[in-house]
């Protein structure tokens, strides 16, 4: 199977993680028991996790001229993805998600800072680069005008477009025709949709993100695993039961084993089962970046099968 080569254009933010044994409700203080600074940021995230799944991995982004900014450049070096084309922003601080983590599951602030200048100038500055890679990933974390930029430039030169729609936003139609996969969760294609997911909902929704000329829509959810709709028609793709550690970073695991599984020739049912395998190893394990697994770990991993009639 030949590398697969991926371009992430995105955020990158230092992730404040604070854990309590709960969560406080508002206007409540409640006492934390530890906190980690972790690089992370959806696009780095992603940008990681693709590298170390084994794809050529490159990345567009901005920082601020900061210890975080110098910090979240040297984890993306680390761990194999290409970071010329990050960019330091002077007077601009480096983005900041502050993450509570309470019990395996987490709720998120995110401070853009310097993510709010990756422009559509990056793009074009780096197009050279684009026009190397088989895969393109986005998110919105970064200012939609540029998300358009990067998937009208994708397109132009050929490459598939994943689109993952978080946080998520209205999105203006040329961004659907653009997309070749759009990743939305469970709530995110509620929004975009206004519509419950519960029972036949689930299709029903995701086949209003394809009229609207999405080449394909994957759904994640969660411990139940994926669903797709294609041309081919609807499929589910079963989940793989974990003790959950942390879930921060498991939707941006999750497209990176798709992009990755993409770039290197799977057809889309099996790109979406190896994508699953990944998402499922990182929640067992504290931190985004920190936690995306290795290669070997995917491809050792052994799914737990659920019982009949457990959904």
């Given at each position: ?119 559509p100038a990056d793009v074009e500055a ?186």
């Amino acid at each position: 199977m030949k590398q697969g080569r991926v371009a992430v254009i995105g955020s990158l933010n230092m992730d404040v993680v604070v854990q309590t044994k709960r969560p406080p409700r508002m206007g409540e203080t409640v006492m934390g028991e530890t906190v980690h600074f972790i690089p992370g940021g959806k696009g780095a995230n992603q940008a990681v996790a693709a590298a170390k799944l084994g794809a050529e991995t490159s990345m567009v982004g901005a920082v601020g001229d900061d210890p975080f900014g110098q910090s979240l450049v040297q984890s993306l070096q680390e761990n194999g993805v290409k970071a010329k084309a990050v960019k330091t922003v002077p007077g601009f601080p480096t983005g900041v998600a502050t993450i509570l983590l309470s019990g395996g599951e987490n709720c998120i602030a995110v401070v853009p800072g310097a993510n709010s200048q990756c422009l559509p100038a990056d793009v074009e500055a780096h197009r050279e680069q684009i026009a190397t890679v088989d895969v393109v990933l986005l998110q919105l974390e970064v200012p939609l005008e540029t998300v358009l930029a990067a998937a009208r430039t994708a397109k132009e030169l050929g490459k598939t477009v994943i689109l993952n729609p978080a946080p998520a936003r209205e999105l203006p139609k040329e961004l659907y025709r653009l997309s070749d996969v759009i990743t939305p969760n469970r709530s995110e294609l509620e929004f975009l949709t206004e519509r419950s997911v519960e029972g036949d909902g689930l299709q029903q929704a995701m086949n209003r993100l394809r009229e609207r000329g999405a080449g394909c829509v994957v759904t994640t959810l969660g411990d139940r695993g994926a669903a797709i709709l294609s041309k081919e028609g609807f499929q589910r793709v079963p989940g793989h039961p974990v003790e959950v550690v942390d879930t921060t970073g498991a939707g941006d695991a999750f497209n990176a084993g798709l992009a990755c599984g993409l770039s290197e020739g799977m057809d889309l049912f099996r790109a979406v089962g190896f994508a699953g395998r990944v998402s499922a190893l990182a929640v067992t394990r504290l931190g985004a970046q920190e936690g995306m697994p290795g290669r070997r770990e995917v491809e050792s991993f052994i799914p737990v099968e659920k019982e009949e009639g457990d959904h």
